[in-house]
């Protein structure tokens, strides 16, 4: 329950703001894109700031026929690097608001 003389209305506000601005938050990590690399840069990653992988670049110096084990300790790293980024970007853009939440 609420306690009484709570302004209904203002409360009402602060939630339709609160919601608009995790939307705009939430299409501005749509928007964004990070990237993680790693080989000294011979694996680069793209992901969307939701996550989703967009792009996947491997320098040519990265491709040993007889080591693809390393080229996929790479990949992985690059990805997760990325990801990382994202979820740190995420947490800048979402963590404000949520913690006005309560949360």
């Known amino acids: 329950m609420l ?10 506000a602060q939630a339709q703001a609160m919601q608009s601005q ?3 938050a939430q299409e501005e990590l749509a928007e964004a ?3 993680g690399t790693a080989g000294g840069g011979l694996v680069t990653a ?4 939701t996550g989703e992988l967009l792009s996947l670049a491997i320098s040519p110096e990265a491709c040993d026929p007889a080591d693809t084990e390393s080229l ?13 980024k994202g ?3 995420a947490a800048a853009k979402m963590g404000p608001l949520a913690g006005g939440l309560g949360f």
Do not use: H, I, K
């Not at 793209?46 to 700031?49: C, H, K, L, V």
């Open 3 to 12: 306690p009484e003389g709570t302004d209904m209305s203002g409360l009402l």
């Open 33 to 35: 894109t990070v990237e």
């Open 22 to 24: 995790m939307m705009q």
């Open 87 to 89: 979820q740190a970007l």
């Open 46 to 49: 793209t992901m969307s700031g």
């Open 72 to 84: 996929a300790d790479m990949v992985v790293a690059a990805v997760r690097d990325a990801s990382n």
